[in-house]
């Protein structure tokens, strides 16, 4: 009874939201380790965000065996993006140097401390943190960024830091649209509860 869903962005072939997603370049690579427990979440903001980066890419699970290797051996200054005492101010890696590869884990704060959990070399990397007080745009559930925002957001965030201020806001065009869609939807079911079932059934 699903029903057929865009195999880009994974929402509704009604509710595509390809068009309003752009295609950026960034010096930063960007890696996202998304938690399976997010993957049906309608709001996959991080989904969003790997298809917007040319450098950006998105993957999916709770132990990622082959990252020991490929930081080992990559070009890329890796870092996670997560906050706490020892996480420095990400502008502080905004000048010069190697290219930054910046990990970003997605979940709800639980499941992105279990992802580093199971994966020491993530764990044992620098971390660095955004700016405090930055809130979203949306109020989303827990999320493991500081000032909860959701992970699209804090990607913007970070590589505008790095890259230019306004350089990735394009980004936040389908996130804006998905929580509109979210709000009419959600209007559309207080309508149904107060005029008395389900219009279409
Ligand atoms: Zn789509």
Not at 5 to 12: K, L
Request: glycine share 8%; net charge positive.
């Amino acid at each position: 009874m699903s029903r057929p869903c865009c195999s880009r962005c994974a929402r509704p072939l009604s509710h595509c939201l390809c068009a309003l997603v752009p295609r950026l370049a960034s010096r930063t690579r960007v890696l996202i380790l998304q938690h399976p427990a997010e993957v049906s979440h309608a709001l996959n903001t991080a989904r969003l965000a790997g298809l917007a980066l040319s450098n950006g890419e998105l993957r999916v699970g709770e132990t990622f065996s082959e990252l020991a290797a490929e930081l080992a051996h990559g070009t890329w200054r890796s870092c996670l993006l997560f906050p706490g005492a020892e996480a420095m101010p990400l502008a502080e890696l905004a000048q010069g140097g190697p290219p930054l590869q910046l990990i970003v884990p997605d979940g709800t704060w639980r499941k992105a401390r279990r992802i580093l959990h199971l994966n020491p070399p993530l764990a044992a990397l620098p971390r660095v943190a955004l700016p405090e007080g930055l809130s979203s745009r949306y109020r989303l559930r827990k999320a493991p960024m500081a000032g909860a925002l959701s992970t699209l957001e804090a990607i913007v965030c970070a590589l505008n830091i790095l890259e230019g201020a306004g350089r990735f806001d394009a980004m936040l065009r389908p996130f804006e649209a998905l929580i509109e869609g979210q709000i009419a939807a959600m209007g559309e079911a207080v309508y149904r509860r107060n005029h008395g079932g389900d219009p279409a059934g």
